[in-house]
Nanobody, 120 residues
Framework: QVHLVESGGGLVQPGGSLRLSCVAS?????????MGWYRQAPGKQRELVAK???????EYAAFVKGRFTASRDNVKDTVYLQMNSLNPEDTAVYYC?????????????WGQGTQVTVSS
């Protein structure tokens, strides 16, 4: 089991930026994990924002539209989500996810979430 702790959320104005971080507890297996960022707005389903495979391959949801950049640091056992040009529609709780190579997408271990609020 991997313990995940997110940070970096907060209140920003439209067009602003935030950088989310997620630190994983298990150094021994981190390099073998596929990491993901998800978000969930009130009354809506949790949805994938971005994922990074253990090989460093990155995929984004269509709504990202080039505004976000995901990355991972295998030395610090940390993944990041740089979020630029934020819209009110991006308001949600953002969750970090970790899963092994045989674990289906949407499963695995989850962080506690960090609130992102975009409002003028």
């Amino acid at each position: 089991q991997v313990h995940l702790v997110e940070s970096g959320g907060g209140l920003v104005q439209p067009g602003g930026s935030l950088r989310l971080s997620c630190v994983a507890s298990r150094t021994d297996v981190f390099t073998f994990l596929t990491m993901g960022w998800y978000r969930q707005a009130p009354g809506k389903q949790r949805e994938l924002v971005a994922k990074i495979t253990n090989g460093g391959e990155i995929e984004y949801a269509a709504f990202v539209k080039g505004r976000f950049t995901a990355s991972r640091d295998n030395v610090k056992d940390t993944v990041y989500l740089q979020m630029n040009s934020l819209n009110p529609e991006d308001t949600a709780v953002y969750y970090c996810n970790a899963r092994g190579p045989l674990v289906p997408e949407g499963f695995g271990d989850w962080g506690q979430g960090t609130q992102v609020t975009v409002s003028s």
